[in-house]
């Protein structure tokens, strides 16, 4: 991850997981566990500072979650008692470990030239069949926001290319809108697969 992105999480843990975390039912959240076989093995792949992670937890599935940043993780284990673990995109290497993996609004800071590698390598972690969901900002070109952060969003076109590239199925890619941290509208793509 780009290294401002990622000093403003760790600088701004506390109060970007104020934002960050859903006080109602999320409704993604909700249809992606609709999926999920009884006591699954999810991954929260971008985790932040892990509200999904605790929900699914709740619910009774066996959940790991992974993200870059050390701020956020204090902030998870604090908030939702969760040992997260600090790490980068890259690192992901099980193979056929998880009945669905959820990626929240992550993705969009990866670098760019990394992404047939990532969607790879969660592609291997999923067992066959596995559900893979994706939200991530949609739009052309990479762009910095007031705040430092580096987003890489996706084109629709180039999601369903890495999709199919790295072996996933039955997809469907959705767009919709909403806001970001610092107040500014996104464009966005939801993502819904199998390994």
Not at 59 to 65: E, F, K, P
Request: charged share 25%; aromatic share 10%.
């Amino acid at each position: 991850m780009d290294d401002r992105t990622l000093a403003f999480y760790d600088g701004n843990a506390a109060e970007y997981a104020d934002f960050a975390t859903e006080s109602a039912e999320h409704p993604k959240l909700a249809a992606f566990a609709a999926r999920l076989p009884d006591g699954a093995r999810v991954l929260d792949f971008g985790c932040g500072v892990g509200w999904a992670a605790a929900a699914l937890r709740d619910m009774g599935h066996t959940v790991d979650a992974l993200d870059a940043s050390a701020g956020l993780a204090e902030e998870a284990k604090k908030r939702y008692d969760l040992d997260l673990k600090v790490a980068h995109f890259k690192t992901l290497s099980r193979r056929a470990r998880y009945d669905a993996i959820w990626s929240h609004y992550a993705l969009q800071h990866a670098d760019r030239e990394d992404r047939a590698d990532i969607l790879q390598r969660i592609h291997t972690a999923l067992r066959p069949g596995g559900l893979l969901y994706i939200g991530v900002q949609k739009g052309p070109r990479d762009w910095r926001d007031d705040l430092g952060r580096l987003y890489t969003p996706f084109r629709e076109e180039e999601m369903t290319n890495l999709l199919q590239q790295t072996g996933f199925t039955d997809w469907e890619i959705t767009h919709g809108t909403g806001t970001n941290y610092d107040g500014t509208p996104s464009l966005n793509l939801t993502v819904w697969a199998r390994a």
